[in-house]
């Protein structure tokens, strides 16, 4: 069973220019998680999602970034127009969300590590 | 506000000695406690998790860890420190099922591990 997967790894964009961060969960979870992982921080929460929908967005930037996870295909992170404060490691988890548990453990893709230069 | 402490940014211990890396949150509820490690350039693995139950949980690589509810304390606890355990280490604390379940993580210890 594969893990969670992430691409591309490394991403290098030009201020200015898109990101599209991708996450295939693991076989099975229907929920995914985003975090951001700035230099010399720990992860903070940006987004969670259930196939085709958002759930709790209360850690997304208000403008530029956006996500999705379509019924069918990766959960896809945006970030438009990017700029140097961007640059920082982009971790997706995934959860199974099963009915009756007290808590859905996330399992963690090896992240997109994004530079805007 | 939920928040979680680590209050050690960097650590340094000789191989062979014990270790103890401190978390401390604040959480209204229930906490569900967890710790990942990070090596360098890579994603987080979970060393082990506390939902309920018995306060000293057992996690993986010889690593255990103490819930302490009055001192609101979730820390990891090694007896032997191998040179291989050198990574980041994140205390997090989870929000239960009946929220959306998202991750709050302390801002992270580094472990250097002297031969």
């Known amino acids: 069973n594969a893990g969670v997967m992430q691409n591309p790894r490394h991403l290098v964009r030009r201020r200015g220019q898109e990101a599209r961060l991708r996450c295939s969960p693991m076989k099975g979870h229907s929920h995914v998680y985003w975090y951001r992982q700035l230099p010399e921080e720990g992860l903070k929460f940006m987004v969670y999602l259930q196939k085709e929908n958002i759930i709790d967005e209360s850690g997304m930037p208000k403008e530029r970034f956006s996500a999705e996870f379509p019924k069918e295909g990766p959960s896809i992170l945006r970030i438009q127009q990017v700029v140097r404060g961007d640059s920082a490691a982009y971790f997706c988890a995934s959860s199974p969300r099963l009915a009756g548990a007290v808590y859905n453990e996330q399992f963690f893709g090896p992240g997109t590590r994004l530079t805007v230069l | 506000a939920q928040s979680v402490t680590q209050p050690d940014i960097h650590i340094t211990v000789s191989e062979g000695a014990s270790l103890e890396l401190r978390c401390n949150y604040s959480y209204g509820a229930t906490p569900y406690l967890f710790w990942y490690v990070q090596s360098p350039g890579q994603g987080l693995q979970l060393l082990l998790k506390?939902?309920?139950?018995?306060?000293l949980v057992q996690g993986i690589k010889g690593f255990e860890a103490e819930f302490k509810r009055s001192q609101s304390s979730f820390n990891l606890r090694k007896p032997s420190v191998h040179w291989s355990d050198a990574a980041e280490y994140f205390c997090?604390?989870?929000?239960?099922?009946?929220?959306?379940?998202?991750?709050?993580f302390g801002q992270g210890t580094t472990l250097q591990v002297k031969p």
């Open positions: 506390y939902f309920s139950g018995d306060t």
């Open positions: 997090a604390v989870g929000h239960g099922s009946s929220n959306t379940g998202k991750l709050i």
